[in-house]
């Protein structure tokens, strides 16, 4: 089993911070890839940020330059710092992570930010 656990969820307001930190455990021999969605209310699960072991950090358009990831493979956890926040940015914010290519989510920890 693995456990996926999001935490740092808040109500912010715009041109604002937050970090969300997320920590994967159990199960996790061959923990590949861990990344950052958010949803929306009424839309789609979309990608904020994704980090490949070994590799770089993919980004969404919306979030770049604004966004910064921070992993730390040893103790298996990812932090999401948020700078310069936008109402938009407002929607539930899931951790994913890919596990012998299985995907794992956390039940999501909520993002606001009022205008």
């Known amino acids: 089993q693995v456990q996926v656990v999001e935490s740092g969820g808040g109500v912010v307001q715009a041109g604002g911070s937050l970090t969300l930190s997320c920590a994967a455990s159990?199960?996790?021999?061959?923990?590949?890839?861990m990344g950052w969605y958010r949803q929306a209310p009424g839309a789609q699960r979309e990608l904020v940020a994704r980090n490949v072991r070994g590799s770089s950090t993919t980004y969404g358009d919306y979030v770049k330059g604004r966004f910064i990831v921070s992993r730390d493979t040893a103790r298996n956890t990812m932090s999401l710092q948020m700078n310069s926040l936008k109402p938009e940015d407002t929607g539930v914010y899931y951790c994913?992570?890919?596990?012998?290519?299985?995907?794992?989510w956390g039940l999501g920890t909520q993002v606001t930010v009022s205008s």
């Open positions: 159990g199960d996790i021999v061959g923990l590949h890839v």
């Open positions: 994913n992570a890919i596990v012998r290519f299985h995907n794992y």
